[in-house]
């Protein structure tokens, strides 16, 4: 099956309309890429803003949201205020909340089917910390992080998998096309055995992890790498070469 190239850029916590409008005038001048769904995340207060002025090619996601529509839930947005915006897309489990804002699994599985089941479509985070790559536990680590989805019996459709080592996240380490080709084939597989080969087969696991203008075509050459969630390299024009690293 042939999977569409996915390209998400991650802006993280920066930004302020000077810079989201620079950013906006570089994707708005790029060529159209018909092959390639490219999806931006500003931070919240831009949102609104990026969707208004980015052309119709370049989607919009939220970085994060909750588990519940609304209620006594202070700094949190929900699903249904990301679909009000006309957004289709939120970036769950990302590494940050992981480890920095201490979000466990059984969360992120819960705030996954909340989104899904609310019509936005998820980008879902997995990654090994150095340590349990060096321990040997990569491979128990990101299959215990997808168990947790795949036991609230997701539908699969609208999820793109983002396999982000956090060793190498803005760290100027990269996983090599070899190391994250065996980890994107291993999820592949388990995605098979624990799924179905069908979900296995269409499901779009992308890479992120230092991705940059200059290693990005030869991780977009491997067969299981569907594309690259781009964290600080989005922020910049050569964002438009990692978009198109397979054209």
Known sequence: MTRKFFV???WKMNGDFASVDGIVAFLNQSADNGSVDVVVAPPAPYLAYAKANLKAGVLVAAQNCYKVAKGA???EISPAMI???GLEWVILGHSERRHVFGESDALIAEKTVHALESGIK???CIGEKLEEREAGHTKDVNFRQLQAIVDKGVSWENIVI???PVWAIGTGKTASPEQAQEVHEWIRQFLKEKVSPAVADATRI????????DNAAE???KPDIDGFLVGGASLKPDFVKIINARS
Do not use: H, Q, R, W
Request: a neutral charge; zero cysteines; charged letters at 15%.
């Open 8 to 10: 998400g850029g991650n």
């Open 73 to 75: 839930f202070t700094g």
């Open 83 to 85: 679909k009000d915006l």
């Open 122 to 124: 998820v980008i879902f």
């Open 162 to 164: 983002a396999y982000e």
């Open 206 to 213: 992308i890479y992120g992890g230092s991705v940059t203008a």
């Open 219 to 221: 991780l977009g050459k």
